[in-house]
């Protein structure tokens, strides 16, 4: 029974194998022409089936994946000045990325080498559009190195302002140093006349008191 089976398996495969190369195999990326006048040629983007049909914007070229059930009625869809909405092949028109940054983890940014170090894994994120959504991503996309970046900034914040203190208080030492040496090289001039005067002040008064209760 069991012999008999595979006899009639391989039998069975057999006449597969000899009918199948009249087939064309279908692969990926392949465009297939309709049958009728009136058919869309289809590219096949993939061959598992996912139940979405690739569409292109006619203006902006951005891919929308169109459910199969509204692919006939997505096709029709048409812009203000008639021209189709959609089309089935990409028209490669280049998006507008903005600033066009990439994620700091990206070994194309050009503060990565700073990164590297840090044991993180690269990103390949890029056409970033603005500041703001690269700290977003990073934010979202890498929480760990995010807050060892902000740890790391905050910490050259700190030395930058630990420089900037110890060039202060050495300006001043220096200012004083230079203020100092001037007082100390002219001494005669300055300190010299004040005592006579304060001696003869004093003299002066002890006279009156000596004569007060003399006279
Ligand atoms: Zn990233």
Request: aromatic share 6%; glycine share 8%; net charge positive.
């Amino acid at each position: 029974m069991a012999a008999s089976d595979t006899q009639a398996r391989t039998s069975w495969e057999t006449l597969i194998g000899q009918t199948a190369p009249a087939l064309a195999p279908i692969r990926e990326g392949a465009i297939l022409s309709g049958q009728g006048a009136d058919d869309v040629p289809v590219r096949v983007s993939s061959l598992e089936y996912k139940g979405y049909i690739e569409m292109w914007d006619t203006r902006t070229g951005a891919l929308n994946l169109c459910p199969q059930w509204f692919w006939w009625q997505a096709a029709k869809l048409q812009q203000a000045d008639g021209t189709l909405m959609y089309t089935r092949t990409n028209p490669h028109i280049a998006p507008n990325y903005g600033e066009d940054l990439v994620c700091p983890l990206n070994p194309l940014a050009p503060s990565y080498a700073d990164i590297a170090g840090m044991g993180f894994k690269p990103c390949r994120k890029r056409h970033i559009p603005n500041q703001a959504a690269v700290e977003a991503h990073v934010l979202h996309s890498h929480g760990r190195a995010h807050t060892a970046m902000a740890t790391r900034r905050s910490e050259q914040h700190r030395a930058e302002d630990r420089a900037l203190q110890v060039e202060a208080v050495r300006s001043q030492q220096e200012f004083m140093r230079v203020l100092m040496a001037q007082i100390v090289g002219a001494p005669a001039q300055a300190a010299g006349p004040p005592p006579p005067k304060r001696s003869h002040q004093r003299g002066g008064n002890s006279r009156p008191r000596e004569s007060g209760p003399g006279g």
